[in-house]
């Protein structure tokens, strides 16, 4: 078979419902500046679906560093690789803010943390080394697991039991090839909201030689008596041995870091392919990042008020019936019954009737019969918007047990048109 024939022919999970009303589903367009009411198709509409947690996104003084440090530089200095031509002294200030900030002696920008992820893995592990790894982890760490070419063993979410199980299975291996064991974990898990079961994992290694990393790109800025992370949170930040985390999400940017012994990061420097091989992140980009850590450390009401909205939305959540499973987190699900369709009808119902916008998903990304949808809530919402959103939900809820939803000839209106 031709390959673009093939591609046609198995679009994947995604792509083969891609034709129900693209750019409404999948691929909306909000415009405005960035904050909680923006707009959609037309209409304002109360958004919980950024990942601005703190409300940086558009604050004053770093809109004007950003404007600043773009006039001066452009997007395109320093050009080239960071190894080669893409050094400044920028880039090592920022580095080192971080590494303070988050308890960790050095650091190590990444381009971007996708790619950031999927390079660290690859450069920490050889053949003869062993990876354990959460079963609920991000994609970019799935990813990542992938391209090791040795043993890869996973254990149940949070599961320490089965994770001490993996980790014998682990060392038997290693005490004949004589290579190590990388544990990789989540700080905060971006779909349920719940956190890593750091203090559990960390207990291990009074029984076991490993080495623990966390992708901690929800709790950064987030989590912590500072805002350093959920390692600061749990109190094992001396055990972390790899710190992660992305700038896309507290800090309202692109890219993201990595904190460690200096001696581990100057090894990973000369080996991360996926920041070797491309461009260094944009002069305007570290300086508005600088900018945005200054805020974070110098401004802890941002934070405060971030959890004043998430515990005021969570509990009115809780309070109506509704479950919102285990976070421990600003991430907020809300778990529905339903198939696929009535998540595409629910979805618009709310977008379309109550100019709520809100991210749902349903099977395959979530078991069949199950409907998440997850709810961002950030610093600069207001207690009134939690109101009007709970409201809503109220009446979504009892829509949605009475069959509102349901494909047209099963029972209730069908609001979607495929």
Known sequence: MDLFEKLQ???????????????YYMFPMLEGEIAPRMQFKGKTVLTWSLNNYLGLANHPEVRKADAEAAEKYGLG??????????????HHQLENELAEFVGKPA????NYGYQGVLSIIDALVGRKDVIVYDAECHACIIDGVRLHMGKRFVYPHNDISNLELQLKRAE???????GGILVITEGVFGMSGNTGDLKGIVELKKKFDFRLMVDDAHGFGTMGKNGAGTAEHYGVTDEVDIYFATFAKSMASIGGFLASDPKVLDVLKYNLRSQIFAKSL????VLGNIKRLELIKKHPEFKDNLWKIVNALQSGLKEMGLNIGTTKSPVTPVVLSGDPFEAANLMKDLRSNYN???????YPVVPKGTIIVRIIPTAVHTLD????????????????HDGVYLKEGEKGATLLET
């Open 9 to 23: 022919a198995n679009r994947g999970p995604l792509g083969s419902i891609s034709h129900i009303d693209d750019n």
């Open 356 to 362: 709520i916008f809100c991210s749902a998903v349903a």
């Open 385 to 400: 918007d939690v109101k009007e959103t709970l409201k809503v939900f109220e009446t979504i809820k009892e829509k949605l």
């Open 282 to 285: 944009p002069l305007a980009i």
């Open 172 to 178: 038997k291996i290693t005490k004949e090839t004589g």
């Open 107 to 110: 650091g190590l920008l990444l």
């Open 77 to 90: 200095y320093p050009m080239g690789a960071r190894m080669m031509t893409g050094n400044t002294k920028y």
